[in-house]
C-alpha cells in the first residue's frame, strides 16, 4: 500500500501557526509538495491492524507505524511521528518532538 497527498494546509486552530508549518524550517512544502506513505508490513492485533511503513516528507524518510482501525469504507490510522529524522526543526515551545498524527479516509473501489 502507497499513499500520498500534500501536506495539510491546516494543522491547528491557528492561520498563523499553520502558515508557520509550511515554512521551509519546517514542512517546507513549497519545496517538497508532497508526502508519502509507503506499507511495508501489515499484522493484525486485537483493536484492528498494525501497519508498519516509511513516512517520506522533505525529501527524506522516517519509520512510521499507524494503528488502523476500519469501519466499512472509513479508516482511520493514528501513530506517533519522531520529526527529527525528517530535519523539520522548531522551539520545543513550538512543538514537541514527537507528534501525535491522526489520518482519516474514505475508502472506493477502483473505476
Do not use: N, Q
Not at 514542512?27 to 517520506?56: C, Q
Not at 518532538?97 to 489520518?103: F, G, N, P, Q, T
Amino acid at each position: 500500500m502507497r499513499a500520498r497527498t500534500s501536506p495539510p494546509k491546516r494543522c491547528s486552530a491557528s492561520a498563523r501557526r499553520d502558515a508557520d508549518l509550511r515554512k521551509p524550517h519546517l514542512l517546507d512544502s513549497g519545496a517538497h509538495p508532497e508526502l508519502t506513505f509507503t506499507a511495508t508490513g501489515v499484522r493484525r492485533d486485537a483493536e484492528g491492524w498494525e501497519v508498519t511503513g516509511e513516512l517520506r516528507l522533505r525529501g527524506t524518510s522516517c519509520p512510521l507505524t499507524l494503528a488502523v482501525e476500519a469501519d466499512g469504507t472509513r479508516v482511520r490510522a493514528t501513530g506517533t511521528l519522531d520529526r527529527a529524522p525528517l530535519g523539520v526543526k522548531a522551539p520545543r515551545a513550538m512543538i514537541g518532538r514527537y507528534v501525535a498524527i491522526a489520518v482519516e479516509a474514505e475508502l472506493e473501489p477502483p473505476s
